[in-house]
Every structure is written in structure tokens, then in C-alpha cells.
């Protein structure tokens, strides 16, 4: 079975505060993903990563810096909050098929 | 602007009933899959269609594809109140995956 497993599920951050959401995935899959999610705008894709070392700009990439130092691990990092970035953020891997994603970690920032 | 979207907000449904999410996308596809999303959870994939087939089925699911109106639709038979969730239509572009917004699905008993 596929698995994502994000940290933490929760979150409250201070405004200028930096925030770190973790990833960690076992599917031995190259690509990973991380999407936000918010209210009248889906899901949208902020960075993604071919692989250990790698990270890419997705459609919203402002404000977030993405970090994969291994296969299975990718981070998305916030260096200085706003409360504009509350939202629920999902990790995903998947190859050429289906995405595998998290259960999502709610964020808000204050 | 959307390269996929549902094409309504939301649908109710009583149990055993079936339900349809339609979904229209933008630009030419090799393969369109739809997701499940229940609530605290992410998104799950239900089926993937692939551009030369025009249906498939997975249990109480079919979905269907027409690429020449560059739509598709999911159906739910005999619907259960656990398929109350958020269903997304997905396609693939250079970046990944793009989803729509979604269609809310409620099953009632």
C-alpha cells in the first residue's frame, strides 16, 4: 500500500515565522508534489521534485521554498509566514499513474 | 483559469440512487483520472481513463470520456452514504497534475 505521511497535521505559526511541513513518502516514487488547498480554488500545485536534489516551481511558488535531500523526504518551507498561506497543505509521489497524497496538514497563521 | 473543472458544485443523492459528476477540460489529454476526497482526508484516485478509451469501470464506478467535446463523466450506481466526499477530475500537464475544483457529492439515507 502506497503511503504519505505528512508532519504535522497541525499547525498555528506566527506571522514572519518560518514553518517547515515535512513528507516523507515509502513508494520509491521519483516525483513528489505539494498542493494547497483552500476554498473556490481546488487544489494548486506550489512545488514539486524529480527526485533527491531536485525541486521545480509549481503554479504558486511566492513565498514557499521547497527542499528534497533524499528520495523519500520533501519539505516545504515557509521563511517568513503570512496569513495569507493558511490554508490545508497535501503532499503527493506519484510516477506516471495515480497520486499517492497525505492526509493534509492544516495550517494558520496568525 | 482551470485546465479542468467539474461542471457543478454540488449533488444530492438518496442512498441506493445514482449520481453523475461531469467535467470538461481545456487542452488535449493522454489521460484524465478522477479523485475521491473525504473529509479530513486527501484525495484518493478512483479511475483513470486513458485518451483512446471511452469508458471505464472499477466496482460501482464508470467513467467515460469524449475527447472530441474534451469531456468526461464519473457515475456512482447504488450509492452508499460513504460515497459522500468531494469528487475531482484530474489532468496531466507539464508540471503535474491539475485538478478542478470539485463537485460535493451527498448521500442521504
Known amino acids: 500500500e502506497a503511503a504519505v505521511t505528512q508532519s504535522p497535521r497541525n499547525k498555528v505559526a506566527v506571522t514572519g515565522g518560518k514553518v517547515t511541513l515535512s513528507c516523507n513518502q515509502t513508494n520509491n516514487h521519483n516525483n513528489m508534489y505539494w498542493y494547497r488547498q483552500d476554498t473556490g480554488h481546488g487544489l494548486r500545485l506550489i512545488h514539486y521534485s524529480y527526485g533527491a536534489g531536485s525541486t521545480e516551481k509549481g503554479d504558486i511558488p511566492d513565498g514557499y521554498k521547497a527542499s528534497r535531500p533524499s528520495q523519500e523526504n520533501f519539505s516545504l518551507i515557509l521563511e517568513l509566514a503570512t496569513p495569507s498561506q493558511t490554508s490545508v497543505y497535501f503532499c503527493?509521489?506519484?510516477?506516471?499513474?495515480?497520486?499517492?497524497f497525505g492526509a493534509g496538514t492544516r495550517l494558520s497563521v496568525l | 483559469s482551470q485546465l479542468a473543472e467539474e461542471n457543478s458544485w454540488a449533488l444530492s443523492v438518496h442512498e441506493g440512487e445514482s449520481v453523475t459528476v461531469n467535467c470538461s477540460y481545456k487542452?488535449?489529454?493522454?489521460?484524465l483520472q478522477w479523485y475521491r476526497q473525504k473529509s479530513g482526508k486527501g484525495p484518493a484516485q478512483l479511475i483513470l481513463i486513458r485518451s483512446n478509451e471511452r469508458e471505464k469501470r472499477n466496482g460501482r464506478l464508470r467513467a467515460t470520456l469524449d475527447t472530441s467535446s474534451q469531456s468526461s463523466s464519473l457515475s456512482i450506481t447504488a450509492t452508499r452514504c460513504e460515497d459522500t466526499a468531494v469528487y475531482f477530475c484530474?489532468?496531466?500537464?507539464?508540471?503535474?497534475?491539475?485538478f478542478g475544483l470539485g463537485t460535493r457529492v451527498s448521500v442521504f439515507p
Open positions: 487542452t488535449s489529454i493522454t489521460a
Open positions: 503527493a509521489s506519484g510516477d506516471a499513474g495515480p497520486l499517492y
Open positions: 484530474a489532468t496531466t500537464y507539464a508540471q503535474g497534475l491539475t
